[in-house]
C-alpha cells in the first residue's frame, strides 16, 4: 500500500477554511512535543501560551496587549496579502517598518519641543511616506531592469537595519542621554506619543489604522475593479493581460501601499509602545507579518484574526519564557512552525491523498 497525492478537479473550499485550523492544531501538537523534548510540561506549555493571556489571573493586563502587539501584524500583513494575491512578493517589509519609523520619528524630533496638534499627523504621513519611498526601490528596479522583488525587497531589510543602527548612534541620538545610542523618548513628547485613546485598553491610533486598512482592503478586493485587477493577475496573468491590466501599474500600487502601511506601523511603534529610535527597535514584526498574511488567506478578515493569534503566540510566549523557562528561540520555532504546517495542510486544497495498493512485481512470479 503507498499513498499518492491525486490533483483535485477543482480546490475544495471547505479544505481552505479548515486548513488554517488544522495547521493551528497541527502546530500545538508538534509544539508540545518540542517543548517536551526540552524538558518542559507540554500541556502546561501550550497552555500558558494560549490560556493565560485571555483567562489567567493576569488577564486584565494582558487583553489590552492583543491589541498593542496585534495592531502592526494587521497592518503590515494587509498591505502584503495585496501584493501576493497578484503575484507580487514583497518580503522587505521589516525595511519598510524601520525606515517608515525613522522618517516619522524624524519629523517628531525636528518638532521637538513644539507642542502642536499637528506634529502627530505630519509624523503619519512621513512614516506612510518613507516606508512607501523603501518600498518604490523594487518596484521601480523591477520594472526598469526586470530584477526580482523578493531579492531586492530582502536586501533592503539589511540596509535599512544599518541606517537605523547609524541613526540611533548618529543624528538622531538623544543629546541629553549621557552619550548612550538612542533617541528621545516620545512617550515624554505629548504631540508626538501614540498614546492609548482609552487608558489601559491598548487601542491607540495604530489600532485604528489597522481596523480602517482592513475595512478599505474588504471593500477593494470585493467592490473595486482594482481589486478584481489584482484577484485575476494572480489567478489568471495571461488572462489578465488580454483584460487589459497594466502591470507595471500594479506593481507600483502594491508595492507601494505594502510599504506605506508597513512604514504607517512602524511610526505607530516608534512613538507608541518603543517610544524611541533605538538599535533593536525592530523585532521581527515586518516578517511575522508574512506569516499573519497567509495565515488568514490573504482575505482582509481573516488576517485580522491571524493578527490577534498571532499576537497571542508573542504574549503567552513571553509568559511562558518567564513562568516556565522556556527559551526564546524555541517560542520563534513555535511561531515558524503555525507557517510551515499551514503550508504543507494547504496543499490537500488542490489536491486529495488516496491509498493505492502496490501492483504485483512479474519478475517475483519467474
Same mark, same amino acid.
Given at each position: 500500500m503507498r499513498l499518492r497525492l491525486e490533483r483535485r478537479p477543482q480546490p475544495a473550499r471547505h479544505w481552505i477554511y479548515l486548513s488554517p485550523i488544522l495547521a493551528v492544531l497541527v502546530t500545538m501538537l508538534a509544539g508540545g512535543a518540542l517543548f517536551a523534548a526540552l524538558g518542559k510540561n507540554p500541556v502546561a506549555a501550550i497552555s500558558t501560551i494560549f490560556w493565560e493571556p485571555l483567562f489567567g489571573e493576569f488577564a486584565f493586563y494582558y487583553r489590552?496587549?492583543?491589541l498593542v502587539k496585534g495592531a502592526p501584524l494587521v497592518l503590515i500583513a494587509i498591505g502584503l496579502a495585496l501584493g501576493f494575491r497578484a503575484g @507580487?512578493?514583497?518580503i522587505g517589509a521589516e +525595511?519598510?517598518? @524601520?525606515v517608515g519609523a525613522l522618517t516619522g520619528a524624524g519629523v517628531a524630533l *525636528?518638532?521637538?519641543p513644539l507642542d502642536a496638534w499637528f506634529v502627530f499627523g505630519l509624523m503619519i504621513l512621513a +512614516? *506612510?511616506? +518613507? +516606508?512607501l519611498a523603501w518600498g518604490m526601490i523594487p518596484a521601480l528596479?523591477?520594472?526598469r531592469f526586470g530584477t526580482n522583488e523578493i531579492l531586492v525587497s530582502l536586501m533592503l531589510v539589511y540596509v535599512a537595519e544599518q541606517l537605523l543602527a547609524a541613526m540611533a548612534l548618529g543624528p538622531m541620538r538623544n543629546p541629553e542621554g549621557m552619550g548612550f545610542p538612542g533617541s528621545r523618548n516620545l512617550q515624554d513628547y505629548p504631540a508626538a506619543h501614540n498614546a492609548d485613546l482609552i487608558a489601559g485598553s491598548g487601542m491607540h491610533w495604530g489600532v485604528v489604522a489597522a481596523l480602517i486598512a482592513v475595512i478599505f482592503a474588504h471593500i477593494l478586493l470585493g467592490r473595486h475593479i482594482l481589486g478584481y485587477q489584482i484577484?485575476?493577475?494572480g489567478q489568471a496573468p495571461r488572462a489578465a493581460r488580454f483584460a487589459g491590466v497594466n502591470p507595471a501599474r500594479l506593481i507600483l500600487?502594491?508595492?507601494g501601499t505594502s510599504g506605506a502601511l508597513a512604514g504607517m506601523a512602524g511610526l505607530f511603534e516608534v512613538s507608541g509602545p518603543a517610544g524611541q529610535v533605538s538599535i533593536d527597535f525592530n523585532v521581527g514584526y515586518g516578517f511575522t507579518a508574512i506569516i499573519v498574511a497567509f495565515l488568514g488567506r490573504l482575505h482582509p478578515v481573516g488576517i485580522l484574526a491571524a493578527g490577534l493569534l498571532m499576537a497571542l503566540t508573542y504574549i503567552g510566549g513571553e509568559i511562558a519564557q518567564s513562568d516556565l523557562g522556556l527559551p526564546a528561540a524555541a517560542i520563534q520555532v513555535f511561531q515558524g512552525m503555525l507557517l510551515f504546517f499551514l503550508l504543507a495542510v494547504d496543499v490537500l486544497t488542490n489536491y486529495r491523498l488516496r491509498l493505492l495498493s502496490r501492483a504485483p512485481d512479474p519478475s517475483r512470479s519467474l
Open positions: 489590552p496587549q492583543l @507580487i512578493w514583497n +525595511g519598510q517598518y @524601520i *525636528a518638532f521637538y +512614516g *506612510a511616506l +518613507g +516606508g528596479l523591477k520594472l484577484r485575476l493577475t500600487f502594491c508595492l
